[in-house]
């Protein structure tokens, strides 16, 4: 089967219908949060005085999805899959280092364009995170990008030569700058959470 290009970017496309799936999934992110049901549900809760029931990590990581990741994630996968990469790579950026699922999708999109250092370096960034933030990651994410990781570095050694990474250092600062305002968010819901179970 003959791969389809988007004649604007002359990225790879998917099929229709994989795009059309994205674009559904897209819409019900945009619903969801426009009237989040675990808004709506603790807030009834506290009304009647019971306690929320979710652990710190699903307290948090629903507090992540809201605020933070929102509908980027799905915005991310619809432009990928329309072949518009450089919206996609903009979209992951802001958020690939709170998921090693988007860490993924963006390692993926930057191994295809031959982005082997960069695919390193976003792998380092999301580990980091993960020493840092150990509560929104499950204990195997860890070992998971570590093999990633491994397998990163051993390529981008090999195709050296026909590297095209472009992430700047300027990018990289506003990134570094991105993820500070981020996690500054996190450690304050990190500390009410731990002040409601006190």
């Known amino acids: 089967m003959t791969q389809r290009i988007n004649p604007e970017t002359g990225y790879p496309m998917s099929t229709d219908k994989q795009i059309k ?5 897209l819409s019900v992110a945009k619903a969801f949060h426009e009237e989040n049901p675990h808004e709506a549900g603790i807030k009834l809760l506290k009304e009647l005085g019971l306690p929320d029931p979710r652990d710190e990590r699903t307290i948090l990581s629903d507090k992540i999805g809201q605020y933070i990741i929102g ?3 799905a915005e991310a996968e619809l432009h990928y899959k329309m072949g518009l990469w ?25 191994s295809k364009e031959h982005r082997y250092r960069d695919a390193v370096y976003i792998l380092e960034f999301t580990m980091q995170t993960i020493q840092e933030f150990s509560q929104l990651f499950y204990k195997k994410d860890y070992d998971t990008l570590s093999l990633a990781l491994e397998k990163a570095k051993n390529i981008a050694n090999k195709k050296a030569r026909i590297d ?8 990289k600062v506003v990134l570094t700058q991105t993820a500070g305002k981020n996690f500054k968010k996190i450690k304050n819901w990190m500390n009410e959470i731990s002040e409601k179970k006190n």
């Open 164 to 171: 095209t990474s472009r992430l700047s250092s300027e990018q």
């Open 86 to 110: 450089n919206e996609a790579e903009n979209e992951y950026l802001q958020i690939f280092y709170l998921s090693i699922y988007y860490t993924d999708a963006l390692r993926i999109l930057y």
């Open 21 to 25: 799936v994205k674009k559904e999934a």
């Open 71 to 73: 509908i980027l994630g």
